[in-house]
């Protein structure tokens, strides 16, 4: 069974562009979940998507916005991009259950913006 | 208040020694998971081990054993048998309520293995 998976590996951006990242979760999960993790710091929750609607965002400004698509696969978009959001962008999915399950994670997208 | 507490920035075990790191939790809920990631320098977080708020027994995963003490909101994670493969970043973190909800997670422990 495939896992998580991440595109691109790596991102280099200047300042003022827009970053756009994106997800595949393990089939048959319907939640995908973003995280920023910048250097030397813990994962911070960005945003998180089930069954193609917005469930929750972290506190992020709104230049940072995603959605998921049909096949629950999900695009991060990052506008107007600073300094700041230089980070390893990290994507996770996990079943949609009432019980607390696990979150399996992507090897994630270095964004660097210059 | 932080939800997640790591205190411990970094860690040293020698091979075949076990080592706890440390990991304490704030919240109100009743309902909440636990859970123990690991990051090697790779990035990928890899998921270690997982302890309920109802479950009355520890968590064990193979080397990977959750001591949780609910009382004192503690979930301390026990890696017996060190190998070189454990020196990576470890990330304690907490889903609260029920349902997938986003996890909140700490601010991680480098630990290192020594030969």
């Known amino acids: 069974e495939a896992g998580v998976t991440q595109s691109p590996t790596h991102l280099i951006k200047t300042r003022g562009q827009q970053a756009t990242l994106r997800c595949s979760p393990i089939?048959?999960?319907?939640?995908v979940y973003w995280y920023q993790q910048a250097l030397g710091l813990g994962l911070q929750f960005l945003l998180w998507?089930?069954?193609?609607?917005?469930?929750n965002r972290g506190n992020f400004p709104p230049r940072f916005s995603g959605r998921q698509f049909p096949n629950y696969s999900s695009e991060l978009n990052v506008n107007a991009l600073e300094l700041e959001d230089s980070a390893l962008y990290l994507c996770?999915?996990?079943?949609?259950?009432?019980?607390?399950?696990?979150?399996?994670f992507g090897p994630g997208t270095r964004l660097t913006v210059t | 208040a932080q939800k997640i507490t790591q205190t411990q920035p970094g860690m040293f075990v020698q091979e075949k020694e076990a080592v706890t790191l440390d990991c304490t939790y704030d919240?109100?809920?009743?309902?909440?998971?636990l859970f123990w990631y690991k990051q090697p320098s790779s990035g990928e977080m890899i998921f270690l081990i997982y302890?309920?708020?109802?479950?009355?027994q520890n968590a064990t995963e193979g080397r990977y054993s959750l001591n949780f003490q609910k009382a004192r909101k503690s979930a301390n994670l026990v890696i017996s048998a060190s190998q070189l493969g454990d020196s990576a970043m470890y990330f304690c973190?907490?889903?609260?309520?029920?349902?997938?909800?986003?996890?909140?997670f700490g601010k991680g422990t480098r630990l290192s293995v020594i030969a």
């Open positions: 302890q309920g708020s109802y479950d009355e």
């Open positions: 973190a907490m889903r609260e309520g029920r349902g997938n909800t986003p996890l909140v």
């Open positions: 919240t109100s809920d009743q309902s909440y998971g």
């Open positions: 996770a999915s996990s079943l949609n259950r009432e019980i607390s399950y696990e979150q399996y």
């Open positions: 998507y089930d069954e193609g609607e917005e469930r």
């Open positions: 089939s048959g999960h319907t939640s």
